[in-house]
């Protein structure tokens, strides 16, 4: 199986700060990774799917890199809402795998 | 828009049975069953394609769970057997959006139910 390992697992950050979060996969997976956003008590929503792609209605703080096997998530400057915990997920292998997860906290 | 709403999810002793249904409006696509465990990350447990002809499972569910769905009803089920108190989290039913760019086709979770929380204990 595909495994996939975030880091870092927790991260402490300012409103307006820009933040980077990457997730590594443990085989070459083209562009079929995910970003999803979760906060407590509520199911995740997906920010960025094929690796790049914006999903609508997401704002456009958000922005994903990467091919192969090294991922990144920024958000380009911090609004108090983007308080979460990240995860990626890849759907290369009909098995997906999510990464561990990024706890995003304020400083 | 697309709703999911699972229901099924109950206090259950190790080693029982449990089925969880999704009742769903637009039913098309994969469907998954993700599940997380009380503080815990997302973990993807199975899922299946529109016609039911392909079906795949985490290893740590093979052979215990089932995943199957009804067209004709809009419903996705997960037949859970042999419980185990590891099984114990809240079981999100999801849709899995098939996205095609360039004769290239990926695929994500864009729609999520509200979660059924199946807790395995003695």
């Known amino acids: 199986d595909i495994q996939m390992t975030q880091s870092p697992s927790s991260l402490s950050a300012s409103v307006g700060d820009r933040v980077t979060i990457t997730c590594r996969a443990s085989q070459s997976i083209s562009r079929y990774l995910n970003w999803y956003q979760q906060k407590p008590g509520k199911a995740p929503r997906v920010l960025i799917h094929a690796a790049t792609s914006l999903q609508s209605g997401v704002p456009s703080r958000f922005s994903g890199s990467g091919s192969g096997t090294d991922f990144t998530l920024t958000i380009s400057s911090l609004q108090p809402e983007d308080f979460a915990t990240y995860y990626c997920q890849q759907t290369y292998s009909p098995l997906y795998t999510f990464g561990q997860g990024t706890q995003l906290e304020i400083k | 828009e697309v709703q999911l709403v699972e229901s099924g999810g109950v206090l259950v002793q190790p080693g029982g049975s449990l089925r969880l249904s999704c009742a769903a409006s637009?039913?098309?696509?994969?469907m998954s069953w993700v599940r997380q465990a009380p503080g815990k990350g997302l973990e993807w447990v199975a899922n299946i394609k529109e016609d039911g002809s392909e079906k795949y499972y985490v290893d740590s569910v093979k052979g215990r769970f089932t995943i199957s769905r009804d067209n004709a009803e809009n419903s996705l089920y997960l037949q859970m057997n042999s419980l185990r108190v590891d099984d114990t989290a809240v079981y999100y039913c999801?849709?899995?959006?098939?996205?095609?760019?360039?004769?290239?086709?990926?695929?994500?979770?864009?729609?999520w139910g509200q979660g059924t929380l199946v807790t395995v204990s003695s």
């Open positions: 637009g039913f098309s696509d994969w």
């Open positions: 999801t849709r899995d959006k098939t996205y095609c760019s360039n004769g290239v086709c990926y695929r994500h979770i864009d729609y």
